[in-house]
């Protein structure tokens, strides 16, 4: 290759995405969102802000989803074009089996409280 080549792709490289790659303004702007980001629902718990479970619980799961955001953006420096599309393809995969994880633990979870509770007979189970 060319020292022409190099100098293109130096150019070129991350600064068309428009966000700081690699610099500390953009691992400090990661870290004070993710700060935010997990502050926030950790005041709706202790304060019981929402006075609702079901409502804190989608809260807190929507700043979850964001803060995945936040950090496969500022941190992993995640995008479409990067890899020819594979490392969006990892991400689908990797989201595939975060869900399968999820919705399994919480199915366990579910049962576990419901045939765990006093009284419960377990001779009617089928």
Do not use: C
Not at 71 to 78: E, G, R, W
Not at 98 to 104: F, Y
């Amino acid at each position: 290759m060319s020292a022409g080549h190099h100098a293109d792709t130096k150019e070129h490289g991350h600064a068309d995405h428009g966000i700081d790659h690699g610099t500390l303004r953009g691992y400090l702007t990661g870290f004070a969102l993710s700060v935010v980001l997990t502050a926030i629902p950790f005041w709706l718990v202790m304060s019981n802000a929402l006075g609702n479970q079901m409502a804190s619980a989608i809260a807190i799961m929507a700043f979850a989803v964001v803060q995945i955001v936040v950090h496969m953006v500022f941190f992993l420096h995640m995008n479409t074009r990067s890899e020819s599309g594979w490392t969006m393809m990892a991400l689908i995969f990797t989201l595939i089996l975060v869900v399968i994880a999820l919705t399994g633990s919480l199915w366990v979870m579910y049962h576990l409280n419901i045939n765990m509770m006093p009284g419960h007979d377990m001779s009617q189970m089928p």
